[in-house]
């Protein structure tokens, strides 16, 4: 089969435009041709509407076991960005490639696409995998269903190799995630009488400032191995209100959680909302008996808890050479890889420092550094 290298199926993939708002099919559609000539046994899973696929496709021989390479296909947006060139179309500047998914993380999708004709001509003794899942820049959605296929037609890797960008450093752990609408209700009325209504503004400055006294509490629970070493609460996006004369009748406000691998997400969530139905909401139904908090939540991810014995991890280091596992504060798919029995571990081109920003890059030696990883691993599943 034909021979690309990583930069030309680096570039390839960065120009589909795959915003997690779109379809990522065209971008399906290109790759899986690829894989079946390379002789993988492919499958889909689709989202509810057929718009978005996750593909995992399967070489060597069809028994349990095997090494699973995980990349997600879909790219944060460039709206509002000011990029110094086009963020689909890849541009090599210097000794980095730049372009969105540059790093996050079209970058190994790509490496690893680029040792098809290794793989197709490897006499593998156990089974590589390749898992390219939809919307993990929305909360880890679309892997689900292909973990969920995986379960139900009893295929059973023995590892995962997640490849975000961790600079090539063996990630062992990482936070989990947790995205949480607080809808707030008061009730309209002139702001001169603010007594004999609600301004669900007001409820939501209190419900923010009480988010900023949990965040407090929870930092004195630290694991050292992270940074920052405690789960962090933080509101980021606040909707409410119509006019300056006006108590506002609803507030939305968006938050998250990001919590150390093994703490109980749902606890916080739980705190919070019952210190806003106990401590804030009776100020409100004094003028509006009918003034209350809703709390959606929007998505969750599980952490990557550390393991001492995971042989995701040895083999990991293994393959780079290194003695040292890291841990990091921002979330993947590896956590449902985890949850669902599959031994898991974070490593891959690219720095998370870049990822979602202007001008992302990867920094072509880190894509070389995959491409002696992924090798490696080839003649490991030969053995």
Same mark, same amino acid.
């Given at each position: 089969m034909m021979q690309l290298s990583p930069l030309d199926l680096t570039t390839r993939l960065i120009a589909f435009d795959t915003t997690s708002r779109g379809s990522n099919l065209a971008l399906i559609d290109d790759v899986q041709p690829m894989l079946e000539a390379a002789g993988a046994r492919c499958r889909r899973t689709y989202d509810s509407t057929g718009a978005k696929a996750n593909l995992f496709a399967s070489f060597g021989p069809e028994e349990d076991g095997g090494f699973v390479l995980s990349g997600h296909t879909d790219v944060v947006p460039v709206d509002g960005q000011a990029w110094s060139s086009d963020p689909f179309k890849a541009?090599?500047?210097? *000794?980095?490639? $730049?372009?969105?998914g540059s790093c996050d993380m079209k970058g190994f999708v790509g490496v690893a696409l680029s040792c098809l004709p290794e793989i197709a001509s490897a006499k593998l003794k156990r089974p590589i995998h390749f898992a390219l899942s939809y919307d993990e820049e929305v909360g880890c959605v679309g892997v689900r269903g292909l973990l969920d296929d995986l379960s139900a037609n009893a295929i059973k890797p023995a590892l995962?190799?997640?490849?975000?960008?961790?600079s090539m450093k063996v990630v062992g752990a990482h936070k989990s995630g947790t995205v949480v609408h607080t809808r707030c209700c008061g009730k309209e009325g002139h702001s001169s009488a603010p007594q004999k209504g609600a301004s669900a503004v007001m409820m939501a400055g209190e419900f923010i400032a009480?988010? /900023?006294?949990?965040?407090?509490? @929870?930092?004195? /629970?630290? *694991?050292?191995?992270?940074?920052? +070493? $405690?789960?962090? #609460?933080?509101?980021?996006? #606040?909707?409410?209100g119509t006019a300056v004369n006006i108590l506002a009748r609803e507030a939305m406000v968006t938050w998250e959680c990001r919590g150390l691998p093994d703490r109980d997400a749902e606890a916080v969530i739980a705190r919070a909302g019952a210190h806003a139905n106990q401590a804030i909401l009776p100020k409100y139904r004094a003028g509006a008996p009918e003034a209350r908090f809703e709390t959606i @939540?929007?998505?969750? $991810?599980?952490?990557?808890?550390? *393991?001492? *014995?995971? +042989?995701? #991890?040895? @083999?990991?280091?293994?393959l780079s050479g290194s003695n040292a596992v890291e841990t990091v504060a921002y979330g993947t798919e590896a956590g449902l890889?985890?949850?669902?029995?599959?031994?898991?571990v974070v490593c891959g081109p690219g720095s998370i420092d870049q990822a979602h920003k202007p001008d992302e890059f990867v920094p072509l030696a880190e894509l070389e550094a995959c491409g002696t990883f992924l090798r490696r691993l080839i003649a490991r599943a030969c053995q």
């Amino acid at each position: 089969m034909m021979q690309l290298s990583p930069l030309d199926l680096t570039t390839r993939l960065i120009a589909f435009d795959t915003t997690s708002r779109g379809s990522n099919l065209a971008l399906i559609d290109d790759v899986q041709p690829m894989l079946e000539a390379a002789g993988a046994r492919c499958r889909r899973t689709y989202d509810s509407t057929g718009a978005k696929a996750n593909l995992f496709a399967s070489f060597g021989p069809e028994e349990d076991g095997g090494f699973v390479l995980s990349g997600h296909t879909d790219v944060v947006p460039v709206d509002g960005q000011a990029w110094s060139s086009d963020p689909f179309k890849a541009e090599i500047r210097g *000794d980095k490639l $730049y372009g969105r998914g540059s790093c996050d993380m079209k970058g190994f999708v790509g490496v690893a696409l680029s040792c098809l004709p290794e793989i197709a001509s490897a006499k593998l003794k156990r089974p590589i995998h390749f898992a390219l899942s939809y919307d993990e820049e929305v909360g880890c959605v679309g892997v689900r269903g292909l973990l969920d296929d995986l379960s139900a037609n009893a295929i059973k890797p023995a590892l995962a190799i997640i490849g975000e960008p961790s600079s090539m450093k063996v990630v062992g752990a990482h936070k989990s995630g947790t995205v949480v609408h607080t809808r707030c209700c008061g009730k309209e009325g002139h702001s001169s009488a603010p007594q004999k209504g609600a301004s669900a503004v007001m409820m939501a400055g209190e419900f923010i400032a009480y988010l /900023d006294t949990l965040g407090t509490e @929870l930092a004195k /629970d630290r *694991d050292p191995r992270f940074d920052p +070493p $405690y789960s962090t #609460v933080q509101a980021n996006v #606040v909707f409410g209100g119509t006019a300056v004369n006006i108590l506002a009748r609803e507030a939305m406000v968006t938050w998250e959680c990001r919590g150390l691998p093994d703490r109980d997400a749902e606890a916080v969530i739980a705190r919070a909302g019952a210190h806003a139905n106990q401590a804030i909401l009776p100020k409100y139904r004094a003028g509006a008996p009918e003034a209350r908090f809703e709390t959606i @939540l929007h998505s969750h $991810y599980p952490g990557l808890a550390l *393991d001492s *014995d995971s +042989p995701a #991890v040895a @083999l990991a280091r293994e393959l780079s050479g290194s003695n040292a596992v890291e841990t990091v504060a921002y979330g993947t798919e590896a956590g449902l890889f985890q949850q669902a029995g599959i031994p898991a571990v974070v490593c891959g081109p690219g720095s998370i420092d870049q990822a979602h920003k202007p001008d992302e890059f990867v920094p072509l030696a880190e894509l070389e550094a995959c491409g002696t990883f992924l090798r490696r691993l080839i003649a490991r599943a030969c053995q």
